[in-house]
């Protein structure tokens, strides 16, 4: 099982690097199924894990050309002041249980997986579906006004600090169909934005819980080693199958998740 944690954790940053998404959608289960973190925790591991690894991703994208710098700094005035809110002040608020029917009890860990799962299945069917796109993955160009983009930014910082999750999996789809830009601008928009979110949220878990350094730097370590991996990768393939593999790849894990926490419970 250990040696199975591993290999998740290297393709954590290979999606990353892929796709500018789907690390904290596999980081979080990745914690929780393999090594065993309580689903709270994990969210704030993945938090680190994600940022530190998306920040990599971002850097290598920059030089590459493929960052909106605007687009991430609009978003992050917004997103950025609500992870940490969250975080910091409304997570440790949060009963561990909502309430019961009959045998069945709704717990925070259980709703934390739940939500994630249900976002999850939203995103990945608005990009299977999309609308009419190039082979650059790019639906018609868009110019979002700044109400806009501080809107999103907003509904991502609250996605990233309830669930930890850095929001790639909801910033691809934002940023394809309603900003405009090419799947692989996305990608290195999107880890710009994930690594601001990620890390700022994650100081303002500082205190609340228990950190095991040692455990993160491992784990991170390897995770940045997949991001330059998935990197590579990017450059082999189209924007449009990107787009919709990413789709399918958000639709599958979030139904199964849904499956797992409340079907199978």
């Known amino acids: 099982m250990q040696l199975l944690a591993y290999i998740a954790s290297a393709l954590i940053g290979i999606s990353l690097g892929l796709i500018g998404g789907g690390g904290s959608i596999l980081t979080v289960p990745v914690l929780v199924y393999l090594f065993g973190f309580d689903p709270v925790l994990a969210t704030s591991y993945s938090l680190f894990i994600v940022g530190s690894t998306s920040l990599a991703g971002a850097v290598q994208n920059f030089r590459r050309g493929l960052v909106s710098v605007r687009t991430a700094l609009l978003f992050a005035l917004s997103s950025v002041s609500t992870v940490f809110l969250i ?9 561990g249980t909502f309430f019961r029917i009959g045998s069945f009890t709704v717990t925070h860990n ?3 997986m739940t939500l994630f799962a249900f976002l999850m299945v939203v995103a990945g069917t608005a990009m299977i579906r999309g609308g009419k796109i190039d082979p650059e993955g790019r639906i018609s160009k868009k110019n979002p006004n700044l109400t806009s983009l501080l809107f999103f930014g907003t509904v991502i910082g609250i996605a990233t600090g309830l669930l930890g999750a850095g929001g790639g999996f909801l910033l691809i789809p934002i940023l394809v169909m309603l900003v405009g830009l090419s799947m692989k601008e996305a990608v290195g928009t999107s880890l710009l934005i994930i690594a601001l979110n990620s890390l700022i949220g994650f ?4 205190g609340h819980f228990q950190i095991s350094w040692f455990f993160l730097l491992k784990i991170t370590a390897i995770t940045i080693t997949g991001v330059f991996t998935g ?8 924007g449009l199958k990107l787009k919709r593999g990413f789709g399918w790849f958000v639709l599958i894990t979030g139904t199964g998740i849904i499956i797992k926490e409340i079907l199978l419970k």
């Open 87 to 95: 975080r910091r002040f409304i997570l440790p608020l949060i009963p």
């Open 110 to 112: 259980l709703l934390t």
């Open 203 to 206: 100081t303002g878990d500082l």
């Open 231 to 238: 990197g590579l990768i990017n450059n082999r393939i189209k």
